[in-house]
């Protein structure tokens, strides 16, 4: 740990665990799901939060038909009647653009059967030293890091410099609405830190995803003389296995950086539905799935390449080169995004993490989408750094160790110090 000065040990000192652990557990109550009205009531939450801390603050009605129309809008999963936007900035010695943006998301994706959860997943409980609920890890608990880094600087009576902010966002889990709504308003800064569950790494780079929709044409007979038939059922696992074939491709040559992660470019089928009468030979599937864009490439030439593999594995089967799938993109598109090589962020950040107490945290990158490409397109060198493990995120058993919530939010003090001086 390298020497702190009176102001930075101020600051370390007055993260106060006791507050960050109230507010994680009022934000783990607000069951705010993509779409729902508690989307817009959890984002107000954060607004009065961020006033309460000293903070001016921009709120606005996200204008959904834009957000519909733009060519460089996201794409969106869900339906929304509305949507928010919070931005707080934190009073400064200097004005102008904030020299760093901590952005996090406050939607949460749905809790699914609620019978395999330990408890209710919107009854925010605390159990072997971490916070339990839908939402905590992913990524109410780094929102609320932000907040208590701000907190304790506020506390700690340091006057800043520059000026930081915190974009509280919504539709990261489907499409990044939030972030882009922001951005287009003209909220920048100079740096980012997204606190996303990184399992005590820094995350510098993320793949991409899309959504697609397959429709698999069979034809339809009585179960009797299934032989009359074809089944769209047996057809599509033709294809789901030549998209697994696929799917192998394109994990060859891999970033080093995703470490011994499996599939950093992964294609899952998340719905299948099929068929309208047990006795009937189903004449079509739809398959609604997912599909891992590389760091680095296009886009547009990711679709490409999965079009291209399409159609070769149609023309395989006599059948569906007579009638082959039809392929929709659908949804979010999720570009994939990086911090610029070398860029000083990475190691600004790695020693604050190592003099908040945790050690130097390695580099790495995930398979999942986020919001870093939106800023990382907008230029604002953006990187991830966050308490809580991804591998949790997304199921029943969703949780965040309350030393990683601290520890997150000590390091996000000391890089607030750091970036944006004192005066």
Same mark, same amino acid.
Request: hydrophobic content about 45%; charged content about 20%.
């Given at each position: 740990?390298?020497?702190? @000065? ?6 370390? @000192? ?79 010695? +200097? ?14 994706? $749905? ?12 009854? $925010? ?10 939402? @905590? ?37 489907? =499409? ?61 696992? +033709? ?35 099929? +068929?309208?009468?047990?006795? @009937? ?7 609604? =799935? ?5 760091? +680095? ?49 990475? $190691? ?8 908040? =107490? ?66």
């Amino acid at each position: 740990m390298a020497d702190l @000065s009176a102001a930075e040990a101020r600051v370390l @000192s007055a993260v106060d665990e006791a507050w960050a652990i109230s507010r994680l557990r009022d934000l783990v109550a607000v069951p705010s799901v993509g779409g729902t009205p508690a989307e817009s009531e959890v984002q107000h939450l954060v607004g009065d939060w961020l006033e309460e801390l000293g903070c001016a603050v921009d709120r606005w009605e996200v204008d959904l038909a834009a957000a519909a129309t733009a060519p460089d809008a996201p794409g969106q999963e869900v339906e929304r009647s509305e949507a928010w936007g919070v931005v707080g900035t934190a009073c400064a010695a +200097g004005e102008g653009t904030p020299a760093l943006v901590c952005s996090g998301h406050t939607d949460v994706v $749905p809790a699914g059967d609620r019978t395999l959860w330990p408890a209710d997943p919107f009854d $925010p409980r605390i159990a072997g030293g971490a916070v339990h609920g839908r939402g @905590s890890c992913d990524m109410k608990a780094g929102v609320v890091a932000a907040l208590a880094a701000l907190a304790a600087v506020r506390t700690a009576g340091v006057r800043l410099a520059r000026p930081v902010a915190v974009h509280a966002v919504v539709g990261e889990e489907d =499409g990044g609405l939030g972030a882009w709504a922001t951005l287009r308003r003209g909220h920048r800064g100079d740096v980012c830190v997204i606190p996303e569950p990184t399992a005590g790494a820094v995350v510098t780079a993320n793949a991409g995803a899309l959504t697609f929709r397959l429709e698999v044409p069979g034809h339809a007979a009585h179960a009797a003389h299934r032989d009359r038939g074809v089944s769209a059922i047996e057809l599509f696992a +033709g294809v789901h296995a030549g998209l697994r074939a696929f799917e192998a491709e394109r994990q060859q040559g891999a970033d080093p950086r995703f470490g011994d992660a499996p599939y950093p470019y992964g294609i899952n089928i998340g719905q299948v539905r099929a +068929g309208d009468w047990a006795s @009937s030979v189903p004449d079509r599937l739809v398959a609604d =799935g997912r599909y891992g864009v590389r760091l +680095g490439e296009d886009v547009a030439e990711a679709r490409t390449a999965f079009e291209r593999r399409l159609a070769a594995i149609c023309a395989a089967d006599p059948w569906l080169a007579e009638h082959p799938v039809r392929l929709t993109w659908t949804g979010g598109a999720f570009a994939s995004g990086s911090l610029p090589e070398g860029h000083p962020l990475l $190691p600004t950040v790695q020693r604050a993490v190592a003099d908040a =107490g945790a050690g130097v945290p390695p580099e790495r990158a995930i398979p999942a989408g986020s919001d870093l490409r939106l800023y990382a397109a907008a230029g604002v060198p953006t990187l991830h750094y966050g308490p809580g493990d991804l591998h949790l995120a997304h199921g029943p058993l969703e949780r965040v160790p309350v030393d990683e919530l601290v520890t997150a939010a000590r390091a996000l003090a000391l890089l607030t110090l750091r970036t944006c001086g004192m005066a």
